[in-house]
């Protein structure tokens, strides 16, 4: 799996204030989405899906008040989106996009590092993760099979990584544990270690793997 917070409206915690910023640690790449002219018009919208869902839930997030977040009319995102499941499948496409570029890490890292480090996301990409299970876990018709099925993959893709790599299946699993804690504790909002000592605990973890690599 993985690379903002009313659930990340790019920064607000569930019921928070929104204040706590996400630890940063060693590795902790933050690039922003949009390039140096700004976001493109469908990124615009799969942020205006993310933060309408963040502040008013999935039934909010209609067609018509997307567009307006977006600053657009209703045919110009249909022009993007020709439907709200389209919507839907960009966004936990943006999960992929995420796992991608922090699986691009294994190779420098190794799995178990590169796994830990990028389970301190940023605001952006915890933004996003909350949104697709907002959206997944909701019961909603238009959340596609293929938008279920991506968000599945993202996690499952992290676990495969880690059990090649640790020779000790049950080290395997507190490992993933750890990550996945750490990484639900960022998306919605919950208290996390100061960046030193989350350090110490992937530091830690590294080593124990490495005793028993393959």
Known sequence: MRSDRQAPTSGAAPGGSGDQPVPAVAGDARSPR??????????RIVDALRDQIAQGGVA?????????????????????????????DALTERLRAD????????????????????SCPSADEAGNYWAAF??????????SPSARATVAEVFEVW????RAAVA??????????????LYLSAVTGLPLPDGTRIQHVIDHLVQAASNGAR
């Not at 997030?61 to 567009?67: C, I, R």
């Not at 000790?168 to 804690?181: K, Q, T």
């Open 34 to 43: 949009a390039s140096a002219r700004g976001p493109s018009a469908r990124d």
């Open 60 to 88: 909010s997030a209609t067609l018509d008040a997307v567009a307006a977040r977006a600053g657009m009319s209703k045919g110009g995102l249909l022009y993007h989106f020709p439907s709200k499941s389209a919507l839907f």
């Open 99 to 118: 796992t991608a570029a922090n699986l691009a890490r294994v190779e420098s890292l190794g799995a178990v590092r590169a796994f830990l480090q990028t």
């Open 134 to 143: 907002a959206a997944v876990h909701s019961g909603s018709t238009e959340v």
């Open 159 to 162: 676990s495969s990584h880690l």
């Open 168 to 181: 000790d299946p049950v080290l395997a699993d507190i490992i993933r544990l750890v990550g996945d804690g």
